[in-house]
Each structure stands twice: as C-alpha cells, then as structure tokens.
C-alpha cells in the first residue's frame, strides 16, 4: 500500500511563503511522476505543478515565477516551494504520485490560507 503524507500548510499572511512536503511511505512500487493540485472552495481540483523523476517540470501559468517543485528520489518526498503568495492561493493543497503498477495515489491534503 502506498501512503502520501503531506505537511508545511498554514495560516501565512500576504506575500509570505510556505513550503509543502509529500512523503510517500516505504512502498515497494516505483514512484514515477509526482505532482501537486490545490482545490479551492467552490472550485474543480486544479494541477499547480508536476515533476518527473527525472526532474522535469511544468507548472499552471498562474504560479509560474512564484512556485517552484522539486523531489528527493531517494527519500521519495516531493517539495512545493510557494513565494509571493496571494488571498487566491488559498485553497487545499493535494499531493498526488503515479506507482508502478498500481497508478495515481492521493495525499489527504493540506490547508494553505493566505490572509492578513
């Protein structure tokens, strides 16, 4: 069974940053890409960023030049490193990882609120 765990979410006040941490617990499938989603109230499940595990990135225009992803492959734990952040990042912050064989597995989420 896979296992994500996701930490670093909070309360941070405009223009603050926040760094969130996926964990995935000890597996004996292999971890392809990892990615990160955020679900605001009242709004789809959206994807901020991705990384594979050979360290290739992409990112939703909107966080583009202020969030950055990255990936330990050795500790199977993936960062999402958020600056400048904004009243609109607030939202739940998903940790999503594709095993081999067994597909996409979710984290439980994590609160992000940006507000003075």
Request: glycine residues 12%; charged residues 20%; contains cysteine.
């Given at each position: 069974?896979?296992?994500?765990?996701?930490?670093?979410?909070?309360?941070?006040?405009?223009g603050?940053?926040?760094?969130?941490?996926c964990?995935?617990?000890?597996?004996?499938?292999?971890?392809?890409?990892?990615?990160?989603?955020?679900?605001?109230?009242?709004?789809?499940?959206?994807?901020?960023?991705?990384?594979?595990?050979g360290?290739?990135?992409?990112?939703?225009?909107?966080?583009?030049?202020?969030?950055?992803?990255?990936?330990?492959?050795?500790?199977?734990?993936?960062?999402?490193?958020?600056?400048?952040?904004?009243?609109?990042?607030t939202?739940?912050?998903?940790?999503?990882?594709?095993?081999?064989p067994?597909?996409?597995?979710?984290?439980?989420?994590?609160?992000?609120?940006?507000?003075?």
């Amino acid at each position: 069974q896979v296992q994500l765990v996701e930490s670093g979410g909070g309360l941070v006040q405009p223009g603050g940053s926040l760094r969130l941490s996926c964990a995935v617990s000890k597996s004996s499938f292999s971890i392809n890409a990892m990615g990160w989603f955020r679900q605001a109230p009242g709004k789809q499940r959206e994807l901020v960023a991705r990384i594979t595990w050979g360290g290739r990135t992409n990112y939703a225009d909107s966080v583009k030049g202020r969030f950055t992803i990255s990936r330990d492959n050795a500790k199977n734990t993936a960062y999402l490193q958020m600056n400048s952040l904004k009243p609109e990042h607030t939202a739940v912050y998903y940790c999503k990882a594709k095993a081999e064989p067994v597909g996409d597995q979710w984290g439980q989420g994590t609160q992000v609120t940006v507000s003075s």
